[in-house]
């Protein structure tokens, strides 16, 4: 058994906080959408990028609701439907965060290089750890499971390097949108709760996955023989 309740006790506060952020996540796009700016969120995204000479760097939509990201293998943007066409401030907001993401690209910005190069560890650490921890129990082998408390660690990291990325995109973002004129004072007041509640969903996930690391390392990590 490798499963239990004491694992959902253990993970509440980071599902509690990822609830919460979700929910002022959508609170704060419905208000900040009342809120007028002056270009549309792919025009904002374009006169951001063009100003830094990254005029090569495509603007795409996308489908889905805040399915937005920045490509790097690709060099393109990719914005839904609404922050591609909305003129408001929530539109701006996300656009011009994934637009910081790009100027962080041409910039070589270190705590980018480093995520970048964390990605394989973040997308093949869970599946490592699933296949080593059964593997581990069925073969009442701790060495394999321990292997596999560490290499789902590889995400945890993935997710603490990826905060200073989030927050230094989500500054970039609110500083440049008010230099430019793209929205004014109560402009940059609705960007600022957009962007920092999407904040609080990187933090719910980097302590989810390290909540997670510590509850496998206490449930298995004096295992000697047994899973008991």
């Given amino acids: 058994m490798f499963f239990d309740p004491m694992y959902f006790v253990f993970l509440a506060p980071a599902m509690l906080l990822m609830g919460w952020a979700q929910w002022r996540i959508q609170a704060n796009y ?6 007028p700016a002056n270009l549309s969120g792919a025009a904002a995204a374009r006169y951001i990028l063009d100003r830094d000479g990254l005029q090569d760097v495509g603007i795409e939509e996308t489908h889905g609701h805040l399915s937005d990201h920045y490509d790097p293998s690709h060099r393109v943007l990719r914005l839904s439907s609404d922050v591609y066409h909305g003129r408001h401030a929530a539109a ?12 962080q690209h041409a910039h070589n910005y270190a705590p980018l290089v480093l995520r970048n190069a964390a990605v394989p ?28 408390i560490i290499a789902y660690g590889g995400l945890a990291v993935f997710q603490l390097i990826n905060l200073p990325v989030e927050f230094d995109a989500s500054a970039r973002a609110k500083v440049l949108l008010s230099d430019l004129g793209i929205v004014d004072g109560q402009g940059a007041q609705a960007v600022n709760g957009v962007l920092n509640s999407a904040a609080w969903t990187y933090v719910a996930a980097t302590l989810e996955s390290l909540l997670t690391v510590a509850y496998y390392a206490l449930r298995f990590g004096g295992m000697g023989g047994s899973d008991d």
Avoid: D
Avoid at 30 to 35: F, T
């Fill in 92 to 103: 701006v907001g996300i656009a011009a965060h994934e637009a910081g993401h790009a100027l």
């Fill in 30 to 35: 419905k208000s900040a959408r009342e809120v």
């Fill in 121 to 148: 560890a973040a997308q093949f650490g869970p599946i490592a750890f699933i296949v080593l921890l059964v593997l581990g129990l069925f073969m009442a082998n701790p060495f394999l499971i321990q292997l596999g």
